[in-house]
């Protein structure tokens, strides 16, 4: 079994910045890629970011390109995602999400986090 537990969400003013954070804890050895969804009210869960295992290659949705970025530690068992730049239609909480995988998954994690919210005022 896998745990994640996020941090670092909060409130934050349209054009500014938050860096999520997401511990893995429990069966971490071995390769495993690393996402960021989001849910914001009435809408259906959907995705952020990924990573893959070696931190090499990362995919974002369209709605976050050029303002988040994702990456990780593996020696800390850690994801991060820095969202700059950001807008009301960020607010959601978001969720971190483990897939023991070497590829690049946008859906079918097997692992996720409790979430950690996300409101950017205008």
């Known amino acids: 079994q896998v745990q994640l537990v996020e941090s670092g969400g909060g409130l934050v003013q349209a054009g500014g910045s938050l860096k999520l954070s997401c511990a893995a804890s429990g069966r971490t050895f071995g390769g495993y890629a690393m996402g960021w969804f989001r849910q914001a009210p009435g809408k259906e869960r959907e995705f952020v970011a990924a990573?893959?295992?070696?931190?090499?290659?990362?995919d974002y949705a369209d709605s976050v390109k050029g303002r988040f970025t994702i990456s990780r530690d593996n020696a800390k068992h850690r994801v991060y995602l820095q969202m700059n730049s950001l807008k009301p239609e960020d607010t959601a909480v978001y969720y971190c999400a483990l897939d023991l995988t070497y590829g690049l998954p946008r859906a079918n994690y097997e692992y996720w986090g409790q979430g950690t919210q996300v409101t950017v005022s205008s």
């Open positions: 990573i893959t295992w070696s931190g090499g290659i990362t």
